[in-house]
């Protein structure tokens, strides 16, 4: 029997079938409580539609789509680059500036963006509905907002995704293939029952770097926030996540400054944050998001003051694998950046890639060369902590 393979685009998540949870219970960035929290707290240039891909009336798959609006002054930090560069950053950004449809999550590291039951409904026409929906959101946003979409992409795929497979769907739609730097994560062994276990596992210089490091931390006391206190101390969480923030070389966002409270208010205990405070100073924080056997560490931000002298962001990676041990988690996703720093605590990289379109014809030709000045790959040097 035939059946109508059809979508729906809501725009917000209270207009969210009551039936979406339960076809989403693997991923906690699909559900409506994450997307009730991220939707109040979103950046300002980030608006959030969910679709919904139906066999005649039974909801089979689900799909995020952000409309981002890439401003210049924001994208590129204001950092020392050659003369060069800093033309070509100028070129990428009047290339790159407008508004881009996002399936997927710009915020968070990862595939969080699809799903659809695969006995219910073939991976080709799963993305092709969604492909319509995508059609008509473009048509929906020039007729209501009177904003062009200039850019599609789809976030965030694992090499072995299963996507892959579909290469007739991204030709049809000029979609192209595009590396970007990879997740950095941290499977925990099953001998890890404990975190000495972790630390033991350590050769003798990775072990005596922990010591240091824990050493160095002296009076700072590592607090877990509950509720009130995110909320109580907002502007300090904001004021120390931007001290991070701004110094990335390239970004797309700013978070608000109540994001933290609204994911704390609507994930409670699956949203965790945790402060590193001195003489009852708010120095640096860390988050993480507890999403089934995944442990995946969230925003942070740290005072420069005691950044390097009491080397926090390290202490914080190494506080981040104490919690999925005790927790019992099995990975560790410690998402993009810093990758060296984090191969010194046992994370190792998974690569990924995008599929990315752009509307002028000359631009998507050159999309490849355009996304390795966007985000280029660093050169880094992987670090091996354990026993051989």
Known sequence: MFLLKTYHIYYSYKELPKIW??????????????????????????????VGVFNDNELVGVAI?????????DMFRQTKVSCFKEFFRAMVSKVVKGNMLVVGNLTHTGQHGVFFQSDKITQAEYLNTVYEAIEALKKNIKQNQHKNIRAIM????????????????FNTYKLH??????NMAMPIKPSWVLNDDYIKDFNKKY?????????????????????ITVKTESKSLYKLYLNVSNNAKFNTFFLPENHFY?????LKDRFKVYGYFLNEELVGFYSLILNGKNLETYFLGYDTEHQYPNQLYLNMLYDMANFAIDNKFENVVYARTAMEIKSSVGATP????????????????ILKQLFKLMDPTQKWEARHPFKD
């Open 154 to 169: 789809f976030k965030d795929y694992y090499e072995d995704n299963l996507i892959h497979n579909e290469q007739g769907f």
């Open 177 to 182: 293939k595009v590396s970007v730097q990879p």
């Open 262 to 266: 609204s994911l704390k208010l609507e």
């Open 65 to 73: 789509i952000q409309r981002v609006q890439l401003y210049l002054k």
């Open 207 to 227: 072990r005596d770097r922990y010591k240091r490091a824990k050493k160095k931390l002296g009076a700072i006391k590592l607090i877990e926030l509950d509720t």
């Open 21 to 50: 949870d339960s076809i989403v219970k693997h991923d906690i960035f699909l559900q409506r409580h994450y997307l009730k929290a991220l939707e109040n707290a979103s950046p300002d240039n980030i608006q959030l539609f969910y």
């Open 350 to 365: 998974k690569q990924m890639v995008v599929y990315v379109k752009h509307t002028n014809k000359f631009i998507n030709s």
